[in-house]
Antibody
């Protein structure tokens, strides 16, 4: 079955970096665009970034542009999110999601990133 | 990239119908039919309930339906059940090749 498993979350100090991973299985990973979406504690969903199926196109939310980089390794069926210059407001559960014709389905279980000193 | 506007909360009794609105602009909801609705129970990942304004993925109850008029999309849940109590989010593709979510609506089944 289709499965997305995020990892790499944890506690990090402001200004530091962290890389999240999303391992995909059960579908042809290289055929699909992939997204990162985050949810701050007790808050709503916020779209973060998208990468095309081949990695050639990337788009970001204004709130992370210039600090976060989305990438993928189709040979490893893995999606990444490199997060630099982290701020307290980046604290959230980060979800990866597969895109099928402009819809997010399914989502992973999420990984928690806490930015605190 | 302003969030789409949803009511913070709605409520209804079992068996009743409720509608959640999602208002955007001509650059997102009004310009595209790539509008989705997600259900999220506490501590769980979001689940796709409606895509492309009104399409229901396989396995989603036909009690859930979607529509759009101008810059506003709507999710209607008929025959409310206790298990429908959750947070609901809309999303839309935008003219900037990005996506935007609504602020979320907490549905309470009385």
């Amino acid at each position: 079955q289709v499965q997305l498993v995020e990892s790499g979350g944890g506690v990090v100090q402001p200004g530091r970096s962290l890389r999240l991973s999303c391992a995909a299985s059960g579908f042809p990973f290289s055929d699909h665009a992939m997204h990162w979406v985050r949810q701050a504690p007790g808050k709503g969903l916020e779209w973060v970034a998208v990468i095309s199926y081949d990695g050639n196109k990337k788009y970001y939310a204004d709130s992370v542009k210039g600090r976060f980089t989305i990438s993928r390794d189709n040979s490893k069926n893995t999606l990444y999110l490199q997060m630099n210059s982290l701020r307290a407001e980046d604290t959230a559960v980060y979800y990866c999601a597969r895109e099928i014709r402009f819809r997010f389905d399914p989502w992973g279980q999420g990984t928690l990133v806490t930015v605190a000193s | 990239q302003s969030a789409l506007t949803q009511p913070a909360s709605v409520s209804g009794s079992p068996g009743q119908s409720i509608t959640i609105s999602c208002t955007g602009t001509s650059s997102d909801i009004g310009g595209y039919n790539y509008i989705s609705w997600f259900q999220q129970h506490p501590g769980k990942a979001p689940k796709l309930m409606i895509s492309d304004v009104s399409d229901r993925p396989s396995g989603v109850s036909n009690r859930f339906s979607g529509s759009k008029s101008g810059n506003t999309a709507s999710l209607t849940i008929s025959g409310l059940q206790a298990e429908d109590e959750a947070d609901y989010y809309c999303s839309s593709y935008t003219s900037s090749s990005t996506w935007v979510f609504g602020g979320g609506t907490k549905l309470t089944v009385l």
